[in-house]
Each structure stands twice: as C-alpha cells, then as structure tokens.
C-alpha cells in the first residue's frame, strides 16, 4: 500500500512541477510521470543505498545537503530512461529533487500518523 501511494504521489507531484516549472522540468503526460515515478522507485531500492554509502563522508560533512544530489542524480538517471520526462539543466533536477524530497517527508510522516491511528 505504501508503495502505492508513493508511486500515485511522485507521479502527481511531477506533473504538478512540470506545470510550475515548465521551463526547466518537462512531463509531456501522465504516462511518462508514472513510468519515471516507477523507475525512480526502482532506483531508489537499487541504486541509492551504493550512493548513498559512497556519498557519506561529503554528506556528513555538508549536514546531509549532498543527499539533495544525489536524489537529482537519480531523477537524471530516470530522464534518461523515460522519453517525455526531462531537465533543462542538473540545477532544476536539483531543485525537483529538493521540493520532492520535502513533499515525501511530510507525506510519508503524515501516512505514518494516519494509518498508526487505526
């Protein structure tokens, strides 16, 4: 179920930005943000941890910032793999995967505390 609702909140966050930012983020539909929200997941299972353990030291030593790049490597890596889903420039993807970074943050918390109710 989680997983669900972080695929169906991914996809509707990058068609939501691509409207917002249309000149350094483009979705051209929701085809394209659900195959890279998918994708995006898959390298986040896979790919992520490697980074993430590699990263640690310039990670620490930035108070956790660097993980914002590493999150946009990823998102470069998904515009590679899905057509109609693209940056203009290694700094949109940065900014994308700080605003998408907070958004699963809150929502994630948000979902915890919901279903910990019931």
């Keep these: 179920m989680r997983f669900i609702v972080r ?24 085809i394209a943000a ?16 490697i ?24 998102l470069e890596f998904t515009a590679d793999i899905v057509g109609g889903f693209e940056f203009s420039s290694f700094g949109w993807a940065m900014i994308i995967a ?4 907070i958004l699963n943050t809150f929502l994630t918390n948000d979902l915890h505390v919901q279903v910990g109710r019931h």
């Design 7 to 30: 695929l169906a909140t991914n996809m509707l966050t990058f068609l939501i930005l691509s409207m917002i930012f249309p000149s350094g983020f483009r979705v051209d539909n929701w």
């Design 34 to 49: 659900l195959l890279a929200a998918f994708v995006l997941s898959i390298l986040n299972a896979v790919i992520k941890p």
């Design 51 to 74: 980074l993430t353990i590699l990263t640690l030291p310039l990670t620490i030593l930035t108070f956790g910032f660097f993980a914002i790049v590493v999150n946009a490597l990823l």
């Design 98 to 101: 700080f605003i998408i970074s």
